[in-house]
T-cell receptor, first 112, second 113 residues
Framework: RKEVEQDPGPFNVPEGATVAFNCTYS??????FFWYRQDCRKEPKLLMS???SGNEDGRFTAQLNRASQYISLLIRDSKLSDSATYLC?????????????FGTGTKLQVIP | NAGVTQTPKFRVLKTGQSMTLLCAQD?????MYWYRQDPGMGLRLIHY???????AKGEVPDGYNVSRLKKQNFLLGLESAAPSQTSVYFC????????????FGEGSRLTVL
């Protein structure tokens, strides 16, 4: 089983829709979680961190479920500019050596 | 403040040739990473470094070597390039343990014929 798994999509949604992505991880000792956004042929950029209590940033909500070992990203009122690939990132609590692992990414296409 | 700079940005190699990708950062970050990204595969970790003089293998290290002689530079070497190494390579830095945000270079597109 891969350390971090995501549904690759693509998710094709109309403007204004709400869409959610999940990301599962296998290492129960994982410490920190993040969502990154990657536009076509560009480098990934941090979208938001994921906190145990859940957190929100405008139209984006991130949640962590440690018991089931997954994180989620919810996007409300989708915009055309949200079209991108969304990557989840897991950082283990491994005693100082940081092996940062990415999911394969979920592609979102917002349609007019 | 350049952040993370990768050179070269594009390169075409013939099978068997060698080359080195340079990642330079001016943020004084401890951790540096080399990833490759292929269609449908996401970002896969090749090697990483947690400080000057130290390196470690990632998920797909075969065919690559790395060095971190200076804190600001992380070099990725291909000793004998193979077509399977055609990919986009990203370098990234992390300030320290559990800080979270990775800073990426713009990527290096390598084609091996």
């Amino acid at each position: 089983r891969k350390e971090v798994e995501q549904d690759p999509g693509p998710f094709n949604v109309p403007e204004g829709a709400t869409v959610a992505f999940n990301c599962t991880y296998s290492n129960s000792a994982s410490q920190s979680f993040f969502w990154y956004r990657q536009d076509c042929r560009k480098e990934p950029k941090l979208l938001m961190s994921v906190y145990s209590s859940g957190n929100e940033d405008g139209r984006f909500t991130a949640q962590l479920n440690r018991a089931s070992q997954y994180i989620s990203l919810l996007i409300r009122d989708s915009k055309l500019s949200d079209s991108a690939t969304y990557l989840c990132v897991v950082i283990p609590n491994s005693g100082g050596y940081q092996k940062v692992t990415f999911g394969t990414g979920t592609k979102l296409q917002v349609i007019p | 403040n350049a952040g993370v700079t990768q050179t070269p940005k594009f390169r075409v190699l013939k099978t068997g040739q060698s080359m080195t990708l340079l990642c330079a950062q001016d943020m004084n970050h401890e951790y540096m990473y080399w990833y490759r990204q292929d269609p449908g595969m996401g970002l896969r970790l090749i090697h990483y470094s947690v400080g000057e003089g130290t390196t470690a293998k990632g998920e797909v290290p075969d065919g690559y070597n790395v060095s971190r002689l200076k804190k600001q530079n992380f070099l990725l070497g291909l000793e004998s390039a193979a077509p399977s190494q055609t990919s986009v390579y990203f370098c990234a830095t992390l300030k320290g343990a559990n800080t979270g945000e990775l800073f990426f270079g713009e990527g290096s597109r390598l084609t091996v014929l």
